[in-house]
């Protein structure tokens, strides 16, 4: 579990935690609103009507694929929980988990302890404990989501900025081989500049394919989006160190075959050393984070 935080929204301070990469938020913080000395009576009632059972179930069939709909093991199931709640027995959180083996709901012990719960489920509980109040919890974690977002980066644009790394050497060194007139005169010279060729000899030793091959196969992706916008970490800090010998290859003069056999040669080194490298994969973890944090 990730360390406590704290926000607060119309002056009730409510916790949240992060469990394994999910939003946990603390539904006995939440009930103060509604009852400041005893929250757990509103978490209770909350969890016993049958809006919220029929929302508690629904998420766990989406999210949680060990969740016990019937007696096995030690769970009794959905279907003795529900029974309960029917007969008018007390239901709790607790309870909830000890039947189901919920994942949405965290009963967390202790001195900075409460019902936590997924922020959607939370977000339910929110808006029955009052629609004012679940207006500003969903406003606050919105701003709390989007203040994280821009302070770990636009994965697009890391991606972008890891990319274009090295590109500027590499273009200098192209216009450096040039025939001036190339550079100074209009079509057609302008169009016989080899930018293309030199980044899709790259392209095709890390990627396997041209730009042009990918687009053919990739008609479905934006048109302002590229192979690299889609690429790994790993492909592209390889591909950010293939621009920077290519560079180097120009500078000394090597054809454009002698280039293609050493960028292999290189790519084939790199490859599996930087594959096991711990930064590689933990910058790849960072990027998926926040591609999924983006697309919540």
Known sequence: MSKRKITTIQGIDIAYHKLEEEEYINLTDIARYKNQKRPEIPVQKWIGTNKTIEFLLAWERKNN???????????????????????????????????????????????????????????????WVNADFYLYVVEEFERLKKEEYERLGDPFYNKRNLAAGNHSLLVAAILSQMDERLLTHPQPYKSRLPFAAEVDMINKIVFGNTAKEWRLHNEDKPNDRNQR????????????????????????????????????????????????????????????????????
């Not at 290189?266 to 594959?275: C, G, N, R, S």
Request: charged share 25%; glycine share 6%.
């Open 65 to 127: 694929p060990d969740f016990k709909h019937t007696e096995k093991g030690v769970f009794k199931g959905f279907r003795a929980f529900a029974a309960e709640t029917l007969s008018g027995k007390t239901v709790t959180a607790s309870k909830w988990i000890a039947y189901t083996n919920a994942q949405g709901i965290k009963v967390i012990r202790g001195k900075y302890g409460g019902t936590f719960a997924h922020k959607n489920i939370a977000f339910h509980f929110a808006t």
């Open 229 to 296: 916008d889609y690429a790994s970490i790993l492909e592209l800090a390889i591909l950010n160190n293939l621009e920077f010998l290519d560079a180097m290859l120009l500078q000394w003069d090597c054809d454009m075959e002698t280039r293609r056999g050493f960028l292999q040669e290189a790519y084939d080194f790199q490859y599996p050393i930087l594959k096991r490298s711990k930064t590689i994969k933990r910058m790849q973890e960072l990027a998926e984070k926040i591609r999924r944090k983006k697309t919540i």
